[in-house]
């Protein structure tokens, strides 16, 4: 076994402490009972940073000035903004209170239906090693606190355009934070903060099966993507060292009990790598393995890493791919990673801005 799985299965011990943004109302409420305070402090408290999204303890003008003075809302700091061309994109770099730098990106559509979706980081880093990932080759730092993860989305609510999906797609393995990730969906949708609906929440995991089985038992409408990206064991465990403990077999097993269980279609996500598992082969086996399953399965062409062995596929053979697996009934749609000229793919702002600062002399 390799000596990164270490890091997966400790990794609940290197959760930092609780935030006051990480804390539930009666919690909060408890918490406002040993400064002396009545309970229902507690409760506006949450109101204020979930719902109203105030950040700022001296601009909680439903608070007393006492109790305004007594909290610490512990928060990250913006190192960078980037925003697409297109104005639909941006992208956070953050500051946590330790150093670690996570990345957050906001995606708007440009239909008339106002969707915002806020794509979420779960870990400084990523023990999981995919070879493909930017942030799996920086490995693992440690694990976000609920509230660092909630935060992310704060940053992006605004009262004239509030958000209204959330994603766990950005740095880290959702499901190796199991309680944190957990806790922060529960904060997300909880009906005294932002209230998000768990449907439109999606968590992407690159297949922690015992974890899948778990989050099926939650009693949680949230939608389940699977990181696949090979249609066989052999590559596919040469691609996501994971697969080699929990292979595809059991990964789509469990997928089909989420299913059963949460009546939620699960989404595949397929990142097409040229002359790696692009073929019309690939394609073949590919939809072989999803025959007669209900699912959707997200075509993504690689987005550039440092591996210069590793190449997105031209859009005719990304074509070819799509209409290979429609044609075998399976449903398919290439997603282009939007935001591509402000570095919006996953752990790519927090690669350019560490060679940006070694490129400066100290
Ligand atoms: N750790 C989780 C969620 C974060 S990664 C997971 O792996 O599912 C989000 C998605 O981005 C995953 O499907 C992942 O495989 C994909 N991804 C990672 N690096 C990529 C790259 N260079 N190009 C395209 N997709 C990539
Ligand atoms: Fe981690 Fe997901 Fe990247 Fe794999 S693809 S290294 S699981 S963040």
Redesign the pocket.
């Known amino acids: 076994m390799p000596a990164w799985w270490g890091h997966v299965w400790h990794s609940s011990s290197v959760t930092p402490p609780r935030t006051l943004l990480g804390m539930f109302p009666h919690e909060l409420e408890e918490l406002v009972g040993t400064w002396g305070e009545r309970a229902y402090r507690g409760r506006q408290i949450f109101s204020e940073l979930h719902r109203r999204g105030v950040l700022d303890p001296s601009l909680m003008t439903d608070l007393p000035v006492r109790l305004r003075r007594c909290i610490e809302v512990t928060r990250s700091e913006e190192v960078r903004r980037l925003h697409s061309l297109d104005g639909l994109t941006s992208k956070l770099l953050l500051r946590l209170h330790d150093g670690q730098q996570i990345e957050a990106v906001e995606m708007n559509t440009a239909r008339a239906d106002g969707r915002k979706t806020i794509?979420v980081?779960?870990q400084a880093g990523?023990a999981?090693a995919?070879v493909?990932?930017?942030?799996?080759q920086f490995g693992f730092a440690r694990n976000l606190e609920a509230g660092e993860i909630v935060e992310q989305v704060l940053r992006f609510n605004e009262p004239s355009h509030r958000v209204t999906n959330v994603v766990?797609?950005?740095?880290?393995?959702?499901?190796?934070n199991y309680d944190e990730t957990l806790r922060a969906i529960r904060l997300l949708i909880h009906p005294e903060g932002l209230r998000l609906g768990a449907r439109r929440i999606t968590?992407?995991?690159?297949?922690l099966v015992p974890q899948i089985h778990r989050l099926a038992a939650e009693g949680l409408q949230v939608g389940l993507?699977?990181?696949l990206?090979a249609a066989n064991d052999e590559l596919r465990s040469r691609l996501?060292p994971v697969n080699r403990r929990w292979p595809i077999a059991e990964l789509l097993d469990a997928a089909e009990a989420y299913f059963k269980q949460t009546g939620r279609r699960v989404s595949y996500?397929y990142?097409l790598?040229a002359d790696m598992n692009d073929s019309d082969a690939d394609a073949d086996a590919l939809a072989r393995l999803l025959a007669g399953r209900l699912c959707h399965v997200?075509l993504?062409?690689?987005?550039?890493?440092e591996d210069p062995s590793?190449h997105?596929p031209s859009m005719s053979r990304a074509l070819a791919f799509e209409a290979r697996l429609r044609r075998a009934g399976v449903a398919a749609t290439i997603r282009i990673?939007r935001g591509r000229d402000i570095l919006a793919?996953?752990?790519?702002l927090r690669l350019s801005e560490k060679r940006r600062r070694e490129a400066v002399p100290a």
């Open positions: 794509c980081s779960t990523c999981m995919c493909f990932c930017v942030t799996g766990f797609m950005g740095m880290g393995e959702p499901l190796a968590l992407s995991t690159s297949g993507a699977i990181s990206h996501m996500e990142t790598m997200n993504i062409p690689l987005n550039p890493t590793l997105a990673n793919a996953c752990g790519q």
